[in-house]
Structure formats: structure tokens, C-alpha cells
């Protein structure tokens, strides 16, 4: 079955007690015991398993390619239970710009509990075979990466883990499994953070671990998720398994507003770059093109000519983008990524930088909003 088809029907049954099509959302906590002490129906308590999060876990691991799916309230929450299956001892290879939830855990977490880190370039070959160690055990990936679209060969980095014996795992929350599967790559975990474009509303928080097959790494994630209780609400995973429906359709249409917005705005005079894998300016525009399929997702960097302030200028004079953080909703995103408190311990990051969630509003009116932005921080500029 093709993707769109098992978006829509993988974990909705209909109802056998009431018929109902749409999917029932289960709140209880607790669930009734057989006569004879079994639990034939599968369930028992809330934390260990729940229709609504047994629904989702199916559905998103049927659309990564997998056949495990594990559900955590947050991404970071996702991220952390993998990163845990490490021991005090083993080393952990981390993209260069990785994003500052998975860094912060590292750092200011894990640190304290043995488990070592180090940064590295995940675009040059070279660099990652250099940076493993003989404890390595756990390399990183995030393609694209935030906020520069940089884009990680994942063939490569599958078959250099493997070398090595770690683990890889590729955070697919930028492009989704619509455009890019890392299972068929040959990594051995996937994560999301569904709060973006899974959820695709900016109305719920969760995150997944998606595997190829059961083992004793999942075993160990299943156990953190039950043990620790960092689960998503049933109404958080039916509002994430309902978002699953359209996913398609709605990463087919941000990526192509997306690109509609990079290709007008890489012509325009005030800016300076555009980062966005699907232009042919793109340094790995031709990778981008053999691991992507069907699209480039939705997100477009930018760096504006001018003084460091035009940037932040041109964030308080949008219209219909709104200045916040985080992507993936219906509705379109502008970020000033040097000042955001969610890139606090990024260094590095230009101040000329704006990163932009490309919503599914008609790309013209984004494109107008963008440049009437641009027009009325440029025209405050040469006053000051
Ligand atoms: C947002 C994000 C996360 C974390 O997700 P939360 O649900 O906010 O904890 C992890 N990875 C990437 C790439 C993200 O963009």
C-alpha cells in the first residue's frame, strides 16, 4: 500500500461496539481484569498501553517503514529515552549544529551520568570517521538540519555505524517520513518530534521512536516509556494518529510554498542568502535531490543584507507570518534564530539569520508579507 493509503486507515478499525468511523478517544486509566486474572483485551493500565497510543505507535511505524513504534509526550522526551539506552562510558557522535534540545540533554544531563559527547561536521565523511572513538557507540544524525538545511548522506553514516557497532539514529522531524525514510538507509532508529509537522496544527506536544524490527535497544526504550510515565495523553495521540491523515497532502503543499518563497526571495536585492535544499544554489542540492523524494519540506532559511537589526526589524513587521518559534503548523512561522532563547548555548549562529516555516497560506500572500516586511524594516533603517 502506498503511503497516502496507510495515512489514513493504519490503527482507525472502525468501532465494533458502536460503528463509530472515527476513531474513539479512550480516557480510561485502568482496565477491567478477566475472570480468570488474564488481560485477553490487551490492556491494563494507562502508562503501559492505551488504544489511543497503541493506535498511533502502529500507524507511525507503518509509515517510517518500521515495525516498532514507541510514543513519548514531547520530542525531547523521545530523545532523551534513546539516548539513555547508553551506559556510563560510551561516547555519542552529535551533528555540529544539532538541534538544542538533544545538546542540552547531553551537556547538562547525561553528562553527569558518564555518558560523553562530541560535535561533528555529519556532511564530511571524513570528519565522522575521525571523530569515532573506540567507546563510540551511538552516532546522530539530523537531515536537513536546523537552521541551515544541511543535509547528511545517510547511506554513508548507516554503513559507518554499522563498521563501528554503534547505533544510528537520524531525527527525521524536518522533512518527515513523506519525503525521506531512514529505515530503507539502513539506520537503525528513527525519531520525531511529532509536535511539528506529525501534529501539524501547533496544538500538541509529543514525540516517537520508530525501529525496523523489536530488540534489545527498543526492549530497553519500551521500558523507560512505561516505567517513567513520560507518555503522551490519549487526546494527545489521537490529535497526533488524526494529524497522520493528512500529512501528505500537507508536506506536498509546504514544500512547494516553500520553494515558491525561496525562489522569489533568493531574487531579492535585500537578501543575502537563501538556504533551501530544493534551489539549485544549494551546495548538496544534487544529494538533496537522491535522498529526498517528492519534495524538500518547508522550511527556508534566510540572511538579510544590512545591519544585524534589519533581521529582527523585519520579524516585527510581518503580517500573516507570526514571530515565534517552532514549525510545522498550518500557519507560517518566522524565527530571529541568534536572539530565540531556544538557541541560547548556539553560538556561532548569524545575527542576519531568519528562519521561516512556510505554512500552507497561499505562497503569494506569504511572499507580499515578506516583502512589505522587508520594505518597512529597511525604510526604518536609513533613519537611524
Ligand atoms: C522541536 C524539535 C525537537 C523537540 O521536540 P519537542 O516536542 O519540542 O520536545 C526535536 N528535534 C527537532 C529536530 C525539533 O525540531
Not at 92 to 113: C, H, K, N, S, Y
Not at 192 to 203: E, I, N, Q, V
Request: aromatic content about 6%; overall charge negative; charged content about 20%.
Amino acid at each position: 500500500m502506498q503511503f497516502e493509503t496507510i495515512a489514513v486507515h493504519s490503527g482507525h478499525e472502525v468501532d465494533g461496539s458502536t460503528g463509530a468511523v472515527a476513531e474513539p478517544l479512550n480516557l480510561s486509566v485502568t482496565f477491567e481484569r478477566d475472570a480468570d486474572g488474564a488481560y485477553r483485551r490487551g490492556y491494563f493500565y494507562s502508562s503501559k498501553g492505551n488504544p489511543n497510543r497503541n493506535a498511533l505507535e502502529r500507524a507511525f511505524a507503518d509509515l517510517e517503514h518500521g515495525n516498532v513504534g514507541i510514543a513519548f509526550a514531547s520530542g525531547c522526551a523521545a530523545i532523551s529515552a534513546v539516548l539513555r539506552t547508553l551506559k556510563p562510558g560510551d561516547h555519542v557522535l552529535v551533528p555540529d549544529d544539532v538541534f538544542q534540545g538533544t545538546i542540552r540533554i547531553l551537556r547538562e544531563v547525561l553528562a553527569r551520568w558518564g555518558i560523553t559527547h562530541s560535535m561533528v561536521d555529519m556532511t564530511h565523511a571524513q570528519s565522522v570517521q575521525r571523530a569515532f572513538q573506540p567507546n563510540t557507540r551511538m552516532i546522530w544524525v539530523e537531515t536537513l538540519s536546523n537552521p541551515l538545511l544541511k543535509i547528511t548522506d545517510l547511506e554513508l553514516i548507516a554503513d559507518l555505524a554499522r563498521r563501528q557497532r554503534a547505533i544510528s539514529v537520524v531525527d527525521n522531524t524536518f522533512v518527515t517520513p513523506v519525503f525521506q525514510h531512514p529505515l530503507e538507509s539502513g539506520i537503525d532508529l528513527v525519531v520525531h518530534a511529532t509536535t511539528k509537522y506529525a501534529g501539524g496544527h501547533s496544538d500538541v506536544l509529543g514525540g516517537l521512536v520508530v525501529a525496523p524490527d523489536a530488540s534489545s535497544i527498543t526492549d530497553e526504550i519500551r521500558r523507560i516509556q512505561q516505567l517513567e510515565g513520560a507518555v503522551p495523553s490519549p487526546f494527545d495521540c489521537w490529535l497526533v494518529h488524526r494529524g497522520l491523515r493528512t500529512l501528505s497532502c500537507r508536506m506536498r503543499s509546504h514544500a512547494e510554498n516553500a520553494l515558491c518563497v525561496a525562489r522569489t526571495l533568493e531574487q531579492h536585492p535585500l537578501i543575502e542568502t537563501v538556504h533551501y535544499p530544493g534551489l539549485q544554489s544549494h551546495p548538496q542540492h544534487a544529494l538533496a535531490k537522491r535522498q529526498l523524494c517528492g519534495g524538500f519540506g518547508g522550511i527556508v532559511s534566510i540572511q538579510v543584507k544590512g545591519s544585524p537589526q534589519l533581521a529582527t526589524k523585519i520579524c516585527a513587521n510581518v503580517r500573516i507570518f507570526r514571530s515565534a518559534t517552532s514549525f510545522g503548523g498550518a500557519e507560517s512561522l518566522i524565527q530571529h534564530q541568534a536572539s530565540s532563547p531556544t538557541h541560547g548555548t548556539n553560538t556561532g549562529l548569524a545575527e542576519n539569520l531568519l528562519r521561516l516555516s512556510v505554512g500552507l497560506e497561499h505562497p503569494h500572500d506569504l511572499i507580499a508579507d515578506l516583502e512589505q516586511a522587508i520594505r518597512a524594516a529597511s525604510a526604518t533603517e536609513s533613519f537611524t
